[in-house]
Nanobody
Framework: QEYLVESGGGSVQPGGSLRLSCAVS????????MGWFRQAPGKEREGVAA???????IYADSVKGRFTISKDNAENTLYLEMGSLTSEDTAMYYC??????????????????WGHGTQVTVSS
């Protein structure tokens, strides 16, 4: 069983920035996929950004150029730097990890282990 705890969410004005963190139990180098997802009210959960087994970054078109995913193996932590935020980015944000290789890493079913989420609200 893997345990993931997100932090760093909050309220921010349009155009602002936030950095989300995801602390993972155990060594994160074991995972083939590490990702961030979000779910807005009334919408399905969607993949935002991911790192695959080759440490290649993958982004949803809606966040390219504004969000950056990264990790710190020494701290067993996954990060999501978010900039130029708009109201469309308001959602609950979840981190997820999985051992299975050969996946896109940006789909819900690519992951077996999830955090409980952190809320991001973008509003003036």
């Amino acid at each position: 069983q893997e345990y993931l705890v997100e932090s760093g969410g909050g309220s921010v004005q349009p155009g602002g920035s936030l950095r989300l963190s995801c602390a993972v139990s155990g060594y994160i180098y074991r995972f083939a996929c590490m990702g961030w997802f979000r779910q807005a009210p009334g919408k399905e959960r969607e993949g935002v950004a991911a790192l695959n087994a080759g440490d290649i970054t993958i982004y949803a078109d809606s966040v390219k150029g504004r969000f950056t995913i990264s990790k710190d193996n020494a701290e067993n932590t996954l990060y999501l730097e978010m900039g130029s935020l708009t109201s469309e980015d308001t959602a609950m944000y979840y981190c997820a990890v999985d051992f299975r290789d050969g996946r896109s890493c940006l789909r819900n079913y690519d992951y077996n282990y999830w955090g409980h989420g952190t809320q991001v609200t973008v509003s003036s």
